[in-house]
């Protein structure tokens, strides 16, 4: 009787073992990100526009967003509210202020949205290579974002959040 409750207790133990490997979610690497085809999609978009960033690519960026991109600037104050007519505009703005930029990316999360689009959560560090009176000094943000795309043909367009 002892043997037969080890070998079912041994039998549970290793079925076990073999098939929770096969449970475990699997990530993209160096991200909190479900490894699956459209979240890979997603994160390569994404790079396109971190890529374009470092570049100060102010007309690729352009091309990147949806033709009803919005930003509110996150409160109530309709000043420094920017749709794609100003897109252009406030990044050149931006731009002109540094002589170099990183842009570095820490996914953490890829998921459906309101209305169709997709949220992309994440934490960047910017360093920008600022000129001053004193000579050129690095300046570094690190914080949260979210970016919003819809799907377009084969690829996505940004709705908010450059």
């Known amino acids: 009787m002892r043997r037969l409750i080890f070998a079912g207790t041994f039998a549970c133990a290793t079925a076990l073992t073999v098939l929770a490997p096969g449970c475990k979610t699997k ?8 490894d699956t085809d459209q979240n ?3 994160v390569e978009f994404v790079e396109k ?10 007309g690729q960026l ?13 409160n109530i104050d309709h000043g420094d ?3 794609f007519d100003g897109l252009k505009t406030h990044l050149q703005e931006r731009f002109a202020l540094a002589k170099d930029v990183r842009y570095e990316v820490r996914y953490r999360r890829i998921g459906g949205g309101r209305g ?8 960047y560090t910017a360093s920008f290579k600022i000129p001053t009176a004193n000579g050129d000094v690095w300046r570094r ?16 367009k940004i709705v908010s959040g450059m």
């Open 40 to 42: 890979r999609d997603v």
């Open 141 to 156: 943000v690190v914080q949260d974002n979210r970016l919003l795309l819809v799907p377009d043909g084969e690829s996505f």
């Open 116 to 123: 169709g689009t997709i949220e992309v959560d994440y934490t």
């Open 49 to 58: 526009y971190r890529h374009a960033v470092e570049r100060r690519n102010v």
């Open 27 to 34: 990530y993209i690497p160096n991200t909190t990100v479900e």
């Open 62 to 74: 352009v091309t990147m967003a949806h033709p009803k991109y919005f930003e509110d600037g996150g």
């Open 81 to 83: 509210d920017i749709d």
